[in-house]
């Protein structure tokens, strides 16, 4: 089975400050990994994902995750935020088993960017 | 390219009393995933579609719960009798196929009193 744990429920931050969401996961098996927004009043938007190759992935609007696998880590930054970016931010994780493509998410990380 | 279209958007009902929900997913997109979203956590799979066919019911509660996708195109999931612990939001994904990226709708917020 597999859990991610998303370890700030909460990461208030200054406009133009640098920022880091962290994500840890746990899984018997090798594992694809995600980072989804959820702007206020929208559905889920895919930000990045890894799936093999570099271990670092970036997004198109600034933001980078780096995949640890000795850590089980795939922490999301940004070097500097804009009020945009204030959001609810998803870690996800999908087993590479060849079958059905699950998603199990951890609980999520507001973001609140101040000006 | 229309997105995953969800309705309603909002619902409030009594507890034991019956709510349907609708989704339309992306075109030509194969899998359809429905997702439960309790506030304060991350949305869990209730149940996973390949066309019509369901290929992942394990964490649907089905002594309540159903869901359908007749044609292979739009879904409806169903709760009868909602309980209090069934508000939530939620969740309509689909993707090309079970490997591909999830594209996720705006969601149907339910409150049940």
């Known amino acids: 089975a597999q859990s991610v744990t998303q370890l700030d429920s909460q990461v208030p931050v200054f406009e133009e400050a640098p920022v880091e969401l962290r994500c840890n996961y746990s899984?018997?098996?090798?594992?694809?990994l995600f980072w989804y927004v959820q702007y206020p009043n929208q559905g889920l938007q895919l930000l990045l994902k890894?799936?093999?190759?570099?271990?670092l992935v970036e997004s198109i609007n600034g933001f980078e995750a780096e995949f640890n696998k000795s850590q089980t880590s795939f922490h999301l930054r940004k070097p500097s935020v804009h009020i945009s970016d204030t959001a609810e931010y998803f870690c996800?994780?999908?087993?590479?088993?060849?079958?059905?493509?699950?998603?199990?998410f951890g609980a999520g990380t507001r973001l609140a960017v101040h000006p | 390219e229309a997105g995953v279209a969800q309705s309603p958007r909002y619902k409030i009902i009594e507890k034991r009393q019956s709510v349907a929900f609708w989704c339309n997913p992306i075109?030509?997109?194969?899998?359809l995933y429905w997702y439960q979203q309790i506030l304060g956590q991350g949305p869990k799979l209730l149940i996973q579609?390949?066309?019509?066919?369901?290929?992942?019911d394990s964490q649907l509660p089905k002594d309540r719960f159903s869901a359908e996708r007749l044609k292979g195109v739009d879904s409806t999931l169903k709760i009868q009798p909602a309980k209090l612990e069934d508000s939530a939001v939620y969740l309509c994904?689909?993707?090309?196929?079970?490997?591909?990226?999830?594209?996720f709708g705006p969601g149907t917020r339910l409150l049940v009193l």
């Open positions: 994904a689909s993707s090309t196929d079970s490997q591909e990226t999830q594209y």
């Open positions: 899984s018997s098996v090798s594992v694809y």
């Open positions: 890894y799936l093999s190759g570099s271990t």
């Open positions: 996800a994780v999908t087993p590479i088993s060849g079958g059905y493509n699950k998603l199990i």
């Open positions: 075109s030509g997109h194969a899998t």
């Open positions: 579609f390949q066309n019509n066919g369901v290929v992942d």
